[in-house]
């Protein structure tokens, strides 16, 4: 039990002691005063005992209890708060209070630091901060009762912190909007704070400036008066201001201004240095050019040729050059101050100033001519370009220009009117004509010559500039205008251009046209030109004659050679730049030289005309087709997306070229042999392009003719090869290296050796034995084929003639004729002269020729046929089957054997279709009054198929090989 309370309790003065006694504590969860337990007392007690603010909360429900240095800080609320609930009390925190108040009473203190509350003062709220620190309040069972809580105002502290970040916030801020540097150092010159623009005016990272100081980025002869400087500002506090150079870190100097500040502390020592550093480099550079500008424009204007001045607003002189006092003989000193007008010409003062008000007026450019009078009195013409000069606030500040002495220039002009009048007359003469144009006007005059060029009578009206641009032709148009516009703007002296204009008759002329600007304004700009023209026609006509002779052929109309290789090098450009290849096809034509020898040179020319037409019908229009000589043809294939193009045109070109050629009364056959070789694969240069389609030609005609070849790195070597055996060929007749052999040709019905045919054969010194097909197609080419067959027919008459006379009778040895040596005009080819010469009858010899010599036979090979004839001489049909077979032309000549090829007889005796062919060949014949020969017998079977066909002759290895004269007469029976 406690004891009874005092009713003076609690005892002692003081405001709260005074209210809590006299408060309604009835009304109140702790009930009457003097019912409060002992242990609310003593805690009463405590409180208001307590120095510094403090509240008590009792019970569940918080009644409030406080001390005279809370009253204090609750503000408007005491003394009302006294009594209430803690949550009656609370301005916003009811939340907190009230949990504070349940955690406390469960046994648990609490503790917090800087809270922040709203307190009502002079009727508004103001923020307090307070740390605070709840204990629990035992009652009298031991239980927590109440809650105690010591309460420190920390508003004053909390104020001066937000001041003091908010500060540096602004100062963060500041340097980093500053567009100046800003620079924070310490008093030894460190930086302690940089902002982005300091950085970059130097060029050094925040980290880099961050670790050096001042001195370590000034200019070394900048220091001692940087030093200096800090040295006064600290000593004084007054600030300091230096123009300096800054070290760049690319090695530059940094022209700056630093204005430098005393930071000091509370106790008003310094503590730091603010720095506000401003960039002048641009400036100094400015400074620096300015100087140099005008050291310059002095330089030059105390030297420059012409007249250079400025006059003042009244039209005083301010400035002239020595030049304007070397021509008006007045020295600068008096020139200066005196009226410009006074030097001009009576005629020209007037006009001049009104052209310098009007400039000024409309803030433009003068150029303007007057005339001055120099030291001897004479007058002399100036060309003026002058300005108006106004100050920054608009405002006039007189005229800055520049005058030429254009004397001679001016005496020139007025001598070129005349001139020109003259001129006009003379050309006139001359069967020229004459035009002028007034440029600013676009009327242009004609003369009647002109006129009369173009078909016009001197009453046609031509409208001016648009009507001459409107008659030249589209194609000359561009390049003519272009020519004309650089003689107008003054890049060429004159105009000079070669074109075609339109006459009343609708046709083309060429014209030449001459002519100059004899007039410009002061800004240079054309005002007048005035030209000739002359009908060049007739040499463009014979321009171009001379230009397609020498570009293009005679005969077919193609490009010729030269022609060929300038497209061919202009396309190889072209595939260089845009990457798709090309393709270039090198056609001959195959037994044309046999065709042109037998049907003379006008069916040849007719044969070339016809098969360029056909080749150029097998290409695009935007190929060429040219010409090289000869019956030799190119064919340059462009833009090739798909190789298999070029295939499809080499065999149209094959095709068309082997359908027969009716020419008049003659039916020709020929064919073509094509190398084909592609650009960049093949060749990097259009001369190796050339070579290698030319190579791959020779291929293709090695390979049986009527064909196409590709070119292959190989075809080089062969090509080689070629060469040197054509070279060699030349020297195997002097040097004995050529050998006749013979093959017997048998009576296939005795058995018997019948007759011979010489074989020839060249014993190469380094390739050893060499049959005909590889070297006699080089004979005919290079033309030995005559020499070398003419020692042939001689060395198998001279055998003839040995074994005739050993036998007692004429032995027959044939001997092939090429088709080139057949038609040849030489006095050797007359082989019935050389045998009467010999001695030997005209059966002593046959001649072998090709069914193609007949084929596209002419009046000569008939004639010589016939001359075989009559001399005794027999003719025989070699390869028969092998090439345009026709009865025509068997019946047509006086042929005496028919030779059937080795490819018939080689399988006669297996196969039914050769056998069949075989034997319709011997009973065409024999029909036609021909004997047969086989060629090739190799075995009994095909000797027996063929003697069964009625076969007359055979020859071939079952008989005997090719053997000398002296193994032919032991297989004659001759010792």
């Not at 409180?47 to 509240?55: F, K, V």
């Not at 003689?487 to 009343?504: H, K, N, P, V």
């Not at 304004?521 to 171009?544: A, C, F, N, W, Y």
């Not at 022609?563 to 595939?575: I, Y």
Request: glycine residues 8%; charged residues 25%; hydrophobic residues 40%.
């Amino acid at each position: 039990m406690t004891k009874s309370a005092n009713p003076e309790w609690p005892v002692g003065t003081g405001e709260m002691r005074t209210l809590i006694r006299r408060h309604d504590w009835a009304s109140t969860a702790l009930g009457p005063l003097p019912r409060w337990p002992q242990c609310l007392r003593n805690t009463a007690d405590i409180l208001l005992a307590l120095p510094m603010p403090g509240i008590l909360l009792w019970s569940a429900e918080g009644v409030m209890l406080y001390n005279d240095a809370y009253a204090e800080l609750a503000g408007d609320r005491h003394p009302w708060l006294l009594g209430r609930k803690v949550q009656e009390g609370s301005t916003g925190h009811t939340d907190f209070h009230t949990t504070v108040l349940k955690t406390v009473l469960s046994g648990r203190s609490l503790a917090y630091r800087d809270q922040e509350f709203l307190v009502r003062r002079n009727g508004g709220l103001q923020p307090v901060w307070l740390n605070l620190d709840f204990s629990p309040v035992p009652g009298e069972s031991g239980e927590p009762a109440g809650v105690l809580a010591i309460i420190t105002d920390t508003t004053p502290r909390v104020l001066m912190e937000q001041a003091l970040r908010s500060s540096e916030a602004r100062l963060s801020e500041i340097f980093a909007r500053a567009k100046v540097g800003l620079s924070e150092l310490s008093l030894d010159g460190s930086f302690l704070r940089v902002n982005d623009e300091l950085c970059s005016m130097l060029g050094r990272s925040r980290e880099e400036l961050l670790s050096k100081g001042v001195p370590d980025v000034t200019h070394p002869d900048d220091i001692p008066k940087s030093i200096d400087a800090l040295g006064v500002l600290l000593g004084t506090g007054e600030a300091a201001s230096l123009d300096k150079r800054y070290l760049h870190s690319g090695g530059g100097i940094v022209f700056a201004r630093s204005s430098i500040s005393r930071l000091d502390d509370e106790e008003g020592q310094p503590s730091s240095l603010l720095a506000v550093t401003v960039d002048l480099t641009a400036r100094k550079l400015a400074e620096q050019a300015l100087a140099d500008s005008e050291a310059r424009f002095r330089a030059l204007a105390e030297t420059s040729p012409a007249l250079i001045w400025h006059l003042d607003p009244e039209g005083h002189v301010r400035y002239v050059n020595p030049r304007t006092s070397e021509l008006t003989g007045v020295a600068t000193e008096q020139l200066l101050g005196a009226g410009w007008r006074d030097f001009l010409h009576p005629e020209d003062g007037p006009g001049y100033i009104e052209a310098l008000t009007q400039a000024q007026q409309e803030r433009k450019s003068l150029h303007y001519r007057f005339r001055v009078r120099d030291r001897e009195g004479q007058w002399h013409w100036l060309a003026t370009h002058a300005s108006p000069w106004f100050q920054e606030d608009g405002s006039y500040a007189g005229h800055v220009g520049i005058s030429l002495d254009v004397t001679e220039t001016v005496l020139a002009e007025e001598e070129l009117t005349v001139s020109n009048e003259r001129l006009k007359l003379a050309i006139e003469g001359s069967g020229d004509g004459i035009w002028d144009w007034d440029i600013p006007t676009n009327k242009m005059l004609y003369s009647p010559r002109f006129k009369e060029i173009l078909g016009l009578s001197e009453d046609d009206v031509l409208e001016g500039y648009s009507d001459w641009e409107q008659r030249v032709h589209p194609e000359d148009l561009h390049p003519t205008l272009t020519a004309l516009r650089a003689c107008l703007t003054g890049r060429s002296a004159s105009f000079q251009s070669e074109y075609r204009m339109s006459c009343r008759d609708g046709e083309w002329k060429w014209i030449m046209t001459r002519a100059v600007v004899v007039a410009r304004d002061v800004h240079g700009q054309p005002l007048r030109m005035t030209g000739t023209v002359s009908d060049i026609s007739e040499k463009r006509r014979s321009e171009e004659i001379i230009w397609r002779h020498a570009n293009f052929d005679t005969l077919t109309g193609l490009p010729n050679r030269r022609l060929f290789r300038d497209r061919l090098d202009h396309d190889a450009r072209k595939s260089q730049r845009s990457g798709e290849p090309l393709a270039l096809l090198f056609i001959d034509l195959d037994r044309f030289k046999e065709a042109n020898d037998l049907l003379g040179h006008d069916i040849g020319d007719q044969l070339l005309i016809e098969a360029a037409s056909r080749i150029n019908g097998c290409v695009r229009a935007s190929d060429t087709v040219a010409r090289l000589g000869g019956d030799e043809f190119t064919a340059i294939l462009t833009d090739l997306d798909d190789l298999t193009h070029v295939e499809i045109v080499a065999q149209k070109m094959i095709d068309s070229l082997a359908a027969p050629f009716q020419l008049g009364n003659e039916v020709v056959y020929l064919s073509a042999s094509i190398g084909i070789t592609l650009f960049p694969n093949d060749a990097a240069t259009p001369e190796n392009l050339i070579r290698n389609a030319d190579q791959a030609m020779y291929a293709a005609k090695s390979n049986g003719r009527n064909q196409f070849s590709y070119f292959t790195r190989s075809m080089q070597q062969e090509a080689h090869n070629r060469l040197r055996l054509i070279g060699d060929l030349r020297n195997a007749l002097a040097g004995n290296q050529l050998r006749v052999l013979y093959q017997p040709v048998i009576d296939l019905r005795t058995g018997a050796i019948s007759k011979a045919e010489a074989l020839l054969r060249w014993q190469h010194p380094k390739l050893g034995m060499i049959d005909p097909p590889r070297f006699i197609p080089f004979a005919e080419e290079s033309g030995l084929i005559n020499e070398i067959g003419e020692w042939v027919f001689l060395e198998a008459a001279r055998c003839s003639r040995h074994f005739g006379s050993r036998l007692g009778k004429p032995f027959q040895i044939s001997v092939n004729k090429s088709p080139v040596q057949f038609m040849s005009r030489s006095e050797q080819a007359d082989w019935p002269s050389h045998l009467k010469n010999l001695g030997l009858p005209g059966s002593s010899i046959s001649v072998e020729i090709t069914e193609g010599l007949l084929l596209n036979a002419s009046s000569r090979v008939a004639e010589r046929l016939l001359q075989y004839r009559d001399a005794g001489i027999q003719v025989a049909i070699d390869d028969f089957g092998t090439g345009y077979s026709s009865m025509a032309y068997l019946r047509r000549f006086d042929i005496d054997y028919l030779k059937i090829d080795q490819s018939f007889v080689r399988d006669v005796a297996t196969d039914p279709g050769d056998r069949a062919i075989v034997r319709s060949m011997i009973a065409m014949a024999h029909e036609l009054g021909l004997q047969v020969i086989a060629e090739g017998i190799e075995t009994p079977e095909q000797k027996a198929s063929l003697m069964e066909a009625g076969c007359d002759y055979g020859q071939g290895f079952l008989f005997s090989r090719a053997i000398t004269q002296e193994e032919l007469g032991r297989a004659l029976g001759m010792n």
